[in-house]
């Protein structure tokens, strides 16, 4: 196995990789060695699917505020956020945007020149700021433009798959990677380690995420022995595109759009009377299904019933100057144009407010490790995230980690060599290419994503999330004996497919066990056998951490530092 040394190696090259590794080349002033290693080309993150927008407060002269901000992030997480880091979320934010518009990103602006922000669900006040409905793309290809000024220090490791993070004597102290185009084992050492990974959202079928979401950084975390947190906490878009899942943007509706029912009716006047169609997304994901279930929505493609976004009041110059790629989307997947007809949508899987526990700083419990954007768990999205606080959070958290790491990177010496660790990782490999089981691993992936549609979808029971644990587990043991095809090392993607399915598999373990676990309802999770909120017993996040017999569950108490929980109808 090859070794190769860099100071400070950063995992996953999306928004919030890509920040982190532009933050640490300017703290370190050119002196710092970084590694920024991928599974994928750099332009293909998932970030870049991103539409809508990035909120921060721009307007305080027009009545937007830090306080009001703080607010509606906190009344939107059903009061499970860590209110200290959500009050330095907002303070701070606003810096992403103008350091982005200095770095040329072309921001969409208003008549008189200033950057233009928009309406989104559960805030209230207009703060996303958004290039058009292209914005993940546009913050990404501006990121890495300005990256490439820095090619003498940052290191790029494309099509480079990681498959095991080391910690030795209670320190980082290497990564397992699959070079895939030559086709060779290697150990990547440094002095610390960002994991900036994305989340888990393929565990489900009905999904938005692109296929490469796989929970790949919180499993390897996760095995390493740091505690994810909050995982049982997934939020459903209300506004998935029928049958694909595609994400049809909330500036959709914070252009103007409306949700109507098989009668023509905007019903989310009984579920959230004032914010209509800009409620929280948890609140409009369960009102959707609760109109479906009542038998109020309409047959569509691949036997999924849906809901209509409508958006032909918005007129043809407004869509095609707002929301061009909706439309394009529109055409091109199901033949249908906006201008003309509503859209068929429906709640899809779309983001995990868990993730790998840190502290404010986007530490973990490894003081060499720290981790950002949706691969982390701050928290500051709590139960349920508002829309365009996530390419924030990467952001923001990017460039906290990529500052910090680089301090610690100025400072300390690189951990001793994971000798022992990386040779039983090369040899968990090899017998896994080797192996000649009777499994195929596609076939539990797709049983894994059926699991969890049925089981931890909008509304969950006790009854069904039971099951789906078991069947989790049952996946788990029949993955032992799996087998692979192509024996090669080079772009074997059957193998990679097969690590990843595991990956997959450790995530959805967690993430059902922490919500069978939690006996109430809250923000994303909302039982049917426990339909209230406590904040007596469940003011508090979970924390798994792994043992031989699965995740074991702990418990600590959300920071309450400025607004006690109070009920929430919208």
């Known amino acids: 196995m090859e070794t190769i040394t860099h100071d400070l190696i950063i995992l996953g090259s999306g928004l919030a990789g890509l920040r982190a590794a532009l933050e640490a080349a300017k703290v370190s002033g050119g ?92 805030h209230s006040y207009p703060r996303a700021v958004f290039a058009a409905d292209k914005t993940g793309f546009q913050e990404m290809q501006t990121l890495y433009d300005t990256l490439l000024k820095h090619t003498q220090q940052v290191h790029r490791y494309d099509e480079v798959f990681a498959t095991a993070i080391l910690i030795e004597h209670g320190l980082f102290a290497g990564l397992i990677v699959i070079d895939m185009i030559h086709g060779r084992l290697v150990l990547i050492r440094g002095k610390a380690l960002i994991v900036a990974t994305g989340g888990a959202g393929q565990i489900f079928g009905f999904t938005t995420y692109s296929e490469t ?66 409620a929280p997304r948890d609140i409009i994901a369960r009102a959707e299904m609760t109109e479906i279930l009542a038998g109020r929505g309409l047959p569509g493609a691949e036997g999924m019933e849906y809901i209509n976004l409508d958006l032909r009041h918005l ?36 983001y995990s407010m868990g993730g790998i526990h840190t502290d404010i700083r986007g530490r973990t419990p490894v003081e060499n490790v720290w981790a950002a954007g949706e691969a982390a768990c701050v928290s500051i999205h709590g139960a349920n995230r508002l829309g365009t606080n996530s390419t924030a959070e990467c952001l923001l958290w990017g460039r906290v980690t990529g500052e910090d790491a680089a301090r610690y990177c100025a400072k300390a010496a690189i951990a001793d060599a994971p000798t022992a660790a990386a040779r039983a990782e090369e040899q968990r490999l090899t017998e896994l290419m080797s192996k000649s089981g009777t499994e195929n691993h596609a076939h539990l992936r797709a049983e894994l994503r059926q699991t969890m549609d049925a089981s931890m979808g909008v509304y969950r029971t006790g009854a069904a999330m039971q099951s789906g644990l078991e069947k989790i587990r049952e996946l788990k043991q029949r993955y032992r004996n799996i087998h692979l095809v192509d024996k090669s090392w080079v772009y074997n993607t059957d193998l990679i497919h097969a690590l990843e399915t595991g990956f997959m598999l450790d995530a959805a373990e967690v993430a059902t066990a922490g919500a069978l676990a939690r006996e109430e309802s809250r923000g994303g999770h909302a039982r049917r056998d426990f339909i209230q909120r406590d904040d007596v017993k469940w003011l508090k996040h979970t924390l798994a951490t792994i043992t031989p017999d699965g995740p074991r569950l702990e418990h600590s108490p959300a920071a309450i530092t400025m607004w006690p929980p109070v009920g929430r109808k919208d």
């Open 213 to 278: 979401v796989t929970g790949d950084g919180l499993a390897m975390a996760y095995r390493a022995g740091l505690p994810l947190k909050d995982m049982e906490f997934v939020q459903f878009h209300p506004t998935g595109l029928v049958p694909s899942g595609i994400l049809m943007t909330e500036a959709c509706r914070g252009e103007g759009g409306y949700l109507t029912n098989s009668a023509g009716e905007r019903f989310m006047d009984k579920y959230a009377a004032k914010m209509m169609e800009l």
């Open 31 to 122: 002196q710092l060695d970084i590694a920024l290693v991928s599974k994928l080309q750099l332009m293909r993150a998932h970030s870049v699917a991103a539409e809508g927008g990035t909120g921060a407060v721009l307007r305080t002269d027009e009545g937007d505020s830090f306080e009001l901000h703080a607010w509606d992030t906190v009344k939107g997480s059903d009061f499970l956020a860590d209110q200290d880091a959500v009050d330095f979320f907002v303070r701070e934010m606003p810096k992403e945007i103008l350091q982005l518009d200095r770095w040329g990103l072309p921001w969409s602006r208003r008549p008189d020149g200033r950057i233009a922000q928009r309406p989104f669900g559960g």
């Open 315 to 350: 007129g043809a110059a407004k869509i095609n100057e707002r929301l061009p790629l909706i439309r394009e989307v529109c055409i091109k997947h199901i033949g249908l144009d906006p201008i003309e007809k509503p859209i068929p949508i429906r709640p899809v899987a779309h």
